[in-house]
């Protein structure tokens, strides 16, 4: 035990050397992963420019997270590296990224671990539990069909705006109060969404804007599959936005959100999810 602890401290004083950022705080996780490239792939998916860095020890199986508390916090750190197929003390990794590992990096999954994550999430819960629940992805999606709107009256001001609302919506997902469902879905999309909200963000030109809302569709689509919202969303597409595009919305009724006023009933409703 004394040696595991001098191991643990000699590796975090020379990390917490050699990484410093603005606002830095340090913590320290368990990560499962033990194969010769763990260190390159854990370290990779957690590391973010001036941001935040990772340094894992293969043989501790400790992850000691570095990173700027104003842009950015342990849990979206350990989220990535989940999504990079390596479970942890907060998320568990998506079984389909585990399943992209190396045969020679598909470490032995903790059981009990698994199961106590999995009875959390599906033991039964209060009612005011279950909302919270349910309003994690709500944001998500309420936050989606504001935007839909503001390119449906090709408001600028108003796009901008919930761009902005969307990309928050999505980083204000608390996991631990998702159901077992709607966290594994979650952890599937998450990756793209942020992604592509990231690039919205950057994005000004309103035409490509909505080019990047249109790449939204399909992991929207996925996740409306799965998320018990209880209300009817319509699946839609425009046949003629970038060979064909798609959208989600709340209304039947179709108002287009990749040309608005030009040509606003332009599409049709291709899936109903109830």
Same mark, same amino acid.
């Given at each position: +035990?004394?040696?595991?602890?001098?191991?643990?401290?000699?590796?975090?004083? *020379?990390?917490?050397?050699? *990484?410093?950022?603005?606002?830095?705080?340090?913590? $320290?996780?368990?990560?499962?992963?033990?194969?010769?490239?763990?260190?390159?792939?854990?370290?990779?998916?957690?590391?973010?420019?001036?941001?935040?860095?990772? !340094?894992?020890? *293969?043989?501790? $199986?400790?992850?000691?997270?570095?990173?700027?508390?104003?842009?950015?916090?342990?849990?979206?750190?350990?989220?990535?590296?989940?999504?990079?197929?390596?479970?942890?003390?907060? #998320?568990?990794?998506? !079984?389909?990224?585990?399943?992209?590992?190396?045969?020679?990096? @598909? #470490?032995?999954?903790?059981?009990?671990?698994? +199961?106590?994550?999995?009875?959390?999430?599906?033991?039964?819960?209060?009612?005011?539990?279950?909302? $919270?629940?349910?309003? @994690?992805?709500?944001?998500?999606?309420? =936050?989606?069909?504001?935007?839909? !709107? *503001?390119?449906?009256?090709?408001?600028?001001?108003?796009?901008?705006?919930?761009?902005?609302?969307?990309?928050?919506?999505?980083? =204000?997902?608390?996991?631990?109060?998702?159901?077992?469902?709607?966290?594994?879905?979650?952890?599937?999309?998450?990756?793209?969404?942020?992604?592509?909200?990231?690039?919205?963000?950057?994005?000004?030109?309103?035409?490509? @804007?909505?080019?990047?809302?249109?790449?939204?569709?399909?992991?929207?689509?996925?996740?409306?599959?799965?998320?018990?919202?209880?209300?009817?969303?319509? #699946?839609?597409?425009?046949?003629?936005?970038?060979?064909?595009?798609?959208?989600?919305?709340? !209304?039947?009724?179709?108002?287009?959100?990749?040309?608005?006023?030009?040509?606003?009933?332009?599409?049709?409703?291709?899936?109903?999810?109830?």
């Amino acid at each position: +035990m004394k040696k595991y602890s001098f191991l643990v401290i000699g590796s975090f004083l *020379a990390f917490t050397a050699n *990484a410093q950022f603005k606002n830095q705080e340090t913590k $320290q996780f368990q990560v499962k992963g033990n194969c010769v490239n763990a260190k390159e792939l854990i370290e990779k998916a957690g590391n973010q420019p001036r941001i935040s860095k990772v !340094d894992f020890d *293969a043989s501790t $199986q400790i992850a000691l997270i570095t990173y700027n508390k104003a842009k950015t916090n342990s849990n979206e750190i350990l989220k990535k590296v989940a999504l990079a197929g390596f479970d942890n003390a907060e #998320y568990m990794a998506p !079984d389909e990224a585990y399943a992209k590992l190396e045969k020679d990096c @598909q #470490y032995s999954r903790d059981k009990k671990m698994t +199961m106590n994550h999995k009875e959390m999430n599906n033991s039964n819960h209060t009612s005011n539990e279950s909302s $919270q629940q349910q309003n @994690q992805l709500s944001l998500v999606f309420d =936050a989606y069909f504001s935007l839909k !709107d *503001a390119f449906v009256k090709t408001n600028e001001s108003e796009i901008s705006k919930q761009i902005t609302a969307f990309s928050k919506s999505i980083s =204000a997902v608390e996991m631990g109060k998702l159901s077992h469902e709607s966290h594994t879905i979650w952890m599937e999309v998450f990756k793209d969404l942020e992604t592509t909200s990231k690039q919205l963000v950057q994005e000004k030109n309103i035409d490509k @804007q909505r080019a990047f809302f249109a790449k939204l569709s399909s992991p929207m689509y996925k996740l409306a599959q799965k998320a018990n919202l209880g209300y009817t969303i319509y #699946y839609q597409n425009c046949p003629m936005f970038n060979g064909g595009s798609n959208w989600l919305s709340k !209304d039947s009724d179709i108002k287009n959100p990749f040309y608005g006023n030009i040509m606003l009933t332009c599409g049709g409703t291709i899936e109903t999810l109830k």
